[in-house]
């Protein structure tokens, strides 16, 4: 693979834009534009969103706000692999996302469907570019055990149309937005990507990206955004846990991890959030949420001191392992 500096979008901490595309409850369009609002002004620049989410309806907020501000000032990333169509059947539900915009949402691999997804994306924001594209889901979590199938036509398709988009400086970077690991690593293999978003793979409650995914961005110079760094709220005290109801071994394993912090004093959200920073390779942890008090608090929760010793004890009594970098 050619010998170059991967874009990366900044950090330590992005805002992540699922829960702004009416997931599992609908967010009133003044408290999505405060929410936003209160992310610039609590310094972010690193924006994620996505054409799933809503369908349609996060795009179109992120864009109200970010317009409006100078367009070199934060890193846009959205992400391709499904295209909206206009369906009023559908009522603006899709998955977890309630009450969005009336469009079906169809999923496209190949290079003519990702180009025209960037420039729906760009018609949805209201702007002239994004900065990455990531290449959402072609993992065995959202297309079974057709995944490599899927997997094969997106590196032929969409990861070669992203290539060419990159050389022609439409967008800055390309990557993956998954769940999973193992498309990640293959990818690497096949391909040139600059950035991965991996959500739920790197986490207090869930390492498998550590060992597997981690070296080998290390040694192509490769980034990863951090999603999930709650696990789905688990972490930060919710009862979800990969968008379901948490089983009772990972509540277990959450009431173990909140049991060190509250020893040392420590809350749980930060020594999650600075977890997932502390490894090299992340270039920044993406949270997402529904209110701009939340938005203002998680910036804190980034700088809030953590003693060396809960980290230690982490460790010691297993519930990390001990090759995970934790912060200084």
């Given at each position: 693979m050619p010998d170059r500096k991967h874009f990366a979008p900044p950090g330590p901490i992005g805002f992540g834009g699922a829960p702004l595309g009416n997931m599992f409850e609908e967010v009133p369009d003044d408290v999505a534009e405060a929410t936003l609002a209160a992310a610039w002004d609590a310094g972010i620049r690193y924006f994620d969103t996505a054409p799933e989410y809503g369908p349609g309806i996060s795009e179109h907020r992120f864009g109200h706000v970010l317009r409006n501000r100078p367009r070199d000032e934060f890193v846009l990333s959205t992400k391709v692999g499904r295209l909206l169509r206009a369906d009023a059947s559908k009522g603006g539900q899709h998955g977890p996302f309630v009450?969005?915009?009336?469009?079906?949402?169809?999923?496209?691999?190949?290079?003519?469907?990702?180009?025209?997804?960037?420039?729906?994306?760009?018609?949805?924001?209201?702007?002239?570019?994004?900065?990455?594209?990531?290449?959402?889901?072609?993992?065995?979590?959202?297309?079974?055990?057709?995944?490599?199938?899927?997997?094969?036509?997106?590196?032929?398709?969409?990861?070669?149309?992203?290539?060419?988009?990159?050389?022609?400086?439409?967008?800055?970077?390309?990557?993956?937005?998954?769940?999973?690991?193992?498309?990640?690593?293959?990818?690497?293999?096949?391909?040139?990507?600059?950035?991965?978003?991996?959500?739920?793979?790197?986490?207090?409650?869930?390492?498998?990206?550590?060992?597997?995914?981690?070296?080998?961005?290390?040694?192509?110079?490769?980034?990863?955004?951090?999603?999930?760094?709650?696990?789905?709220?688990?972490?930060?005290?919710?009862?979800?846990?990969?968008?379901?109801?948490?089983?009772?071994?990972?509540?277990?394993?959450?009431?173990r991890l909140a049991e060190i912090a509250n020893r040392h004093g420590v809350d749980l959200r930060a020594a999650a959030l600075q977890f997932c920073a502390a490894h090299p390779v992340v270039a920044s942890v993406i949270p997402g949420t529904k209110n701009p008090p939340r938005v203002q608090e998680n910036v804190a929760l980034m700088k809030q001191p953590i003693p060396a010793d809960f980290w230690r004890e982490l460790k010691q009594a297993g519930v990390l392992p001990e090759q995970a970098p934790t912060p200084a």
């Open positions: 009450k969005g915009l009336p469009f079906r949402v169809d999923y496209d691999y190949t290079a003519d469907g990702v180009r025209r997804s960037i420039e729906d994306s760009l018609q949805r924001l209201g702007m002239a570019r994004i900065d990455i594209a990531y290449i959402h889901d072609c993992a065995e979590d959202a297309h079974g055990d057709r995944w490599l199938e899927v997997f094969d036509t997106a590196m032929k398709g969409a990861a070669v149309a992203l290539t060419q988009l990159r050389e022609e400086g439409v967008i800055r970077g390309w990557g993956l937005g998954v769940n999973r690991v193992e498309p990640c690593v293959m990818a690497l293999e096949r391909a040139d990507p600059d950035v991965f978003l991996l959500a739920g793979r790197y986490s207090l409650l869930n390492q498998p990206a550590l060992d597997t995914l981690f070296p080998r961005c290390q040694e192509r110079g490769v980034h990863v955004v951090v999603g999930g760094p709650y696990n789905s709220g688990l972490i930060a005290g919710g009862k979800n846990f990969e968008y379901q109801e948490a089983p009772p071994d990972k509540v277990a394993a959450r009431d």
